[in-house]
């Protein structure tokens, strides 16, 4: 309980300086104004506070049992040289690795009904800011985790020593750094390096409520989505945000929902343009 309440605190610190930079930005350089002039959303804190403990508490123990596995199953020397590549194309490589874990679980959970019925939650938002980044149901979360992170502990670019465990570390906070900025509402863009790098306006398309849906899934590599053929950035933005899947209002509805056999979540058609 201790080791959870100061990781609380300095989450608490972390939300105050992700405001001083973000909340003056989005205020003088916004793409759209805040509903109502909010500028911060209730359950929007919650799951910012949420979403950061629980995965360090629920994957610790599934990520430990899928390196074990991958040690009695894959050649030893594999993980072995990955594992003692020098420090600069390790983590080049656990970026690359671990984006497209990401990339293909962030698709999948757009095209089976299942998993969108908890994504949903994150494409509820008419109003895209940068808490909206950590805005996703906990299992939503931990789906797209555990598809960045084990092939990092299968191929033993990540385990339990000091030097094992920097590499996710690095990629999660790294990854959830760039959410952020990817979901501010701030009218930015990076001309030729945005074939290199997601922007805003690279990820507000994949927030898009009707037009050219299903694209843009990569976080932080949009070259992923050109590789597959989900990308889409053109000069103008999105004309709305949000879902056609309904999502509850309040908070426990939002958790309990996708649960539930009469929830309409999963129901959606969710095909690409």
Not at 154 to 160: E, K
Not at 200 to 224: E, G, K, Q, S
Request: hydrophobic residues 50%; positive net charge; glycine residues 6%.
């Amino acid at each position: 309980m201790t080791l959870i309440a100061l990781q609380a605190l300095r989450l608490a610190l972390w939300l105050c300086v992700l405001c001083a930079i973000f909340l003056p930005l989005e205020r003088y350089f916004a793409l759209r104004q805040a509903p109502g002039g909010k500028a911060l959303r209730g359950d929007d804190l919650f799951y910012y506070f949420a979403n950061s403990l629980l995965p360090m508490i629920v994957l610790a123990l599934p990520l430990a049992l899928a390196a074990q596995l991958a040690g009695a199953l894959l050649p030893a020397w594999l993980p072995a040289t990955l594992g003692g590549l020098p420090l600069a194309p390790r983590l080049l490589l656990v970026l690359v690795i671990g984006e497209l874990g990401a990339y293909w679980a962030h698709r999948l959970a757009h095209r089976w009904p299942l998993l969108w019925r908890f994504h949903a939650v994150h494409h509820s938002p008419t109003h895209i800011y940068f808490l909206v980044n950590t805005r996703a149901h906990p299992v939503d979360l931990l789906f797209t985790r555990m598809c960045s992170l084990t092939p990092l502990y299968v191929l033993g670019l990540a385990g339990p020593t000091a030097a094992g465990s920097a590499a996710p570390v690095a990629l999660i906070l790294v990854g959830t750094l760039w959410g952020f900025f990817i979901h501010s509402n701030l009218r930015v863009r990076f001309g030729p390096l945005e074939w290199l790098l997601s922007t805003p306006a690279f990820h507000h398309w994949h927030h898009t409520r009707r037009d050219h849906v299903d694209r843009n899934f990569a976080a932080m590599l949009p070259l992923l989505d050109r590789l597959f053929g989900t990308h889409y950035l053109p000069r103008s933005w999105p004309a709305e945000y949000g879902s056609e899947t309904p999502v509850a209002d309040t908070l426990p509805g939002q958790l309990a929902d996708p649960f539930l056999p009469a929830s309409k979540a999963g129901n959606v058609d969710r095909t690409e343009s």
